[in-house]
C-alpha cells in the first residue's frame, strides 16, 4: 500500500506540476503528460517498472472518450458519414501501408516483418488527436471531421490486422513475451489466474463457425440492449436517488462492454462507440457525460504520462540519427499520404492541413500491435523495440505539428480586408447581431420608422455590402461580451439576435439577460427546441424563423380550398395566438437534452393542445360565419402582435412534428 500510495503521489503530483505550465505556454495538456511522464521515467528514475501495468489500466482512458463521442452522435450523422470513413479512411490505411511496404523492403526488411511494420504505420493516436482537436476546438470543421473519420477506419482495421499477424509468424524465431513493451490485449496479458480465464478459454476453444456466431450476438445484444433496455435501467437506479449510483451503472456499461467485445477478440473502443451512438438520442446522454468525463480526462493523462515515461532513451543515445530519421521519415511519408488524399477528396486548404499534420504520427494500437507480433514470433525483438521507440516519440512530436498547423492556418489563411473588430460608436438604442436574412428584414424596417440600430456582423463582406447600400453595420463577433458593451448594450432599450449559428443565439441571449435584466430581446428561433432554450435563456419575443410564411402559405391554402378571405385571415390569426400561449405551456414541461419524442408530458400535454387547438378553429369559424368582414378585420393586414409587453412571445407550431 505504501509503495502504490508513494506512486500515485509522484505521477499526480508531476501532472499538476507539468501539465498546467504546458497549457499556459500554449503547448497544450498532452505534451504536458508527456513531459511530465520524461521527466518521471528518464530524467529523475522515478517511474518505470510499473509501466505496462498501468498502461493496461490507462487504456481505457480511450474507451471511454470513444463512448462519450459516439454519445455526441446520433446514427444518422454516422451514417452521413459512411463515405468518409470508407472513401478516405480506407484510402489512408491502404495508402500508408503500400508506401511504408515499399519502403521497408528497400531497406531489405523480409515480407512479413515489413507487412507487420506497414500495418503499425497505417494507425495514428486517437487519443492524442480527438484530445488536441477537442481542445483547440477543431472538431467541427471540416478537416477535423475528415481526421475523425480516419480515426474510426483505423480502429475498424486493427480488427483483420490482429487476425493476419498470426499467419506471418516466424517458425525459426524464439523468444518470449517478457521482452516486449507496451499495450496488449487480452492474449499478451499476464498469465496470473483471474476469474475471467476460465470463460476466456472456453470462447478460444470455440471453433471458427461458433466463435463467428458469438461474436454476431455480442455485437447485436449491445447495439438491442442499449436501445431497449438502457432507459429501464436508468429509471430503476435512479429511483434509488444515490448519486453514486449514476456513475455506478455509467461505469459498468462501459466496462462490460469492453470486456464482451475483448472476449471475442474485437476492439472494445470500437464496441463503446458504436454502444455511444446507440444511446445518442437517449435522455441520459447528459447525465453519462457528467459522470464519465473525469475519468475519461484522468485515464487518457496517465496513459500519455506512462507513454513518456516508456520512451527508451537509451536505445535513442546509441542510435541518435537511426531513431530520429525513422521517426521523421515515418510523420513525413504519413503527412505526405495524407496530404494526397486531401486534395483527393477537395478538402479546403486549412482543413488540408489540419488533416494531414494531425494525423501524422504512430498510434496506441501500434503498441498493441508489437506486443501482439512479438508474442505470435512474428516479429524480431529488435524490430519491435525500435518500433515502440518510434511510435513513442512521433506522440511525443504531435502536439508540435498542431503548433504548426496555428502558423500554417495562419499562414495561407485567405485575406481579409480588416481582421479586427471595428470601433463602434454606438448611436442607437436598438442593436441588431447578425444581418443576414432575417437580420436585415428586421433592421430595414426599424430604420425606416425613423429608430436607429447599430448592427453587428462576423462576416466582413456582408458587412462592406450593407454598407454600399448605406446601412451603418459593424464588423465583429456578435457573441463577444466586449464588442456588445461596445455597441452599446449598457444603454440599449432592444437588442435583437438574429444570428444563424443556435448555440451563439443563445449564449448572446443569456449573456444580454445577465448584463441587462431591463433589456428588451427578441430572438431568431431555427426550431422548437430553439425556442425553449431561448425561453430559458431570457428572450422576451422568440420568433421562428419560418413561422409567419408559413401561417401565410396555409392562409392561401384555406382560400383556395373554400374558405373566404375573411375567413382563412381569421382562422391564421387564431392560430396564431393560440398557438402562443400553448408554447407557453410546452415549455414548461420541457426538459433539456431530451428528445421531445422522449419526454412522455411533453407528448402528452402536446396532443391535448393539438385537440383544444382544433376545436378552437371550429369555434373561431362558426363565430366568423355570423359576422361580416367590414367589422372585424381588414383581410389584408398582416398578423397582429397581441402579446402583452412583459409576455413571453413564443412563435412556434405545437404539434410534434412540425
Known sequence: MESFLFQASIYLGAAVLVVPLSVRLGLGSVLGYLAAGILMGPVLGLAGTETTDLQHFAEFGVVLMLFLIGLELEPKALWEMRHKLLGMGGAQVIGTMVAAYAVLTWFEHTPSVALILSMMAALSSTAIVLQTLSEKNLMRTQGGRSAFSVLLTQDIAVIPMLAIIPLLAMADYTGTTSETYGVTNAETATHVENAAEPLMTIVQQLPGWAAGILTILIVAGIVLAGHYLSRPV??????????????????????????LMMLVGLSPALGTFVAGVVLANSEFRHQLEADLKPFKGLLL??????????????MLVRQPFTVLGLTLGLMALKALVLLVIGFGFKLKP?????FSLSLAQGGEFGFLLVSFARSERALPLAAGQMALLVISLSMLLTPLLFIGYDYLSKRFAPAKPDHTPDDINPTGKVIVAGIGRFGQVVNRLVRTSGIPTVVLDSDMQTIETMRRFGVQGFFGDPARPELLEAAGLAEAQVIVVAVDDRDTCTRIVRYARSRR??????????????VYE?????????VRETFDSSIRAGRYVLENMGFSEYEAAKVSQAYFRIDRAAMRD??????????VYLNEAYVERAKQLDRDLENALME?????SVMAPEDDLDVGAPLPETAAPDSKAIVVPVAPGA
Open 234 to 259: 436508468f429509471r430503476f437506479v435512479h429511483a434509488a436517488k444515490l448519486p453514486e449510483m449514476s456513475t455506478f451503472i455509467s461505469l459498468l456499461m462501459v466496462l462490460g462492454i469492453a470486456f
Open 301 to 314: 493523462g496517465l496513459f500519455f504520462m506512462t507513454v513518456g515515461v516508456g520512451i527508451n532513451f537509451g
Open 350 to 354: 486549412q482543413d488540408r492541413w489540419l
Open 517 to 530: 435584466p431591463d433589456i428588451h430581446i427578441v430572438a431568431r428561433a431555427g426550431d422548437r427546441v430553439h
Open 534 to 542: 431561448l425561453y430559458q435563456a431570457g428572450a422576451n419575443d422568440i
Open 586 to 595: 410546452l415549455a414548461k414541461v420541457w426538459i433539456p437534452g431530451q428528445p
Open 620 to 624: 373561431e369559424l362558426h363565430e366568423v
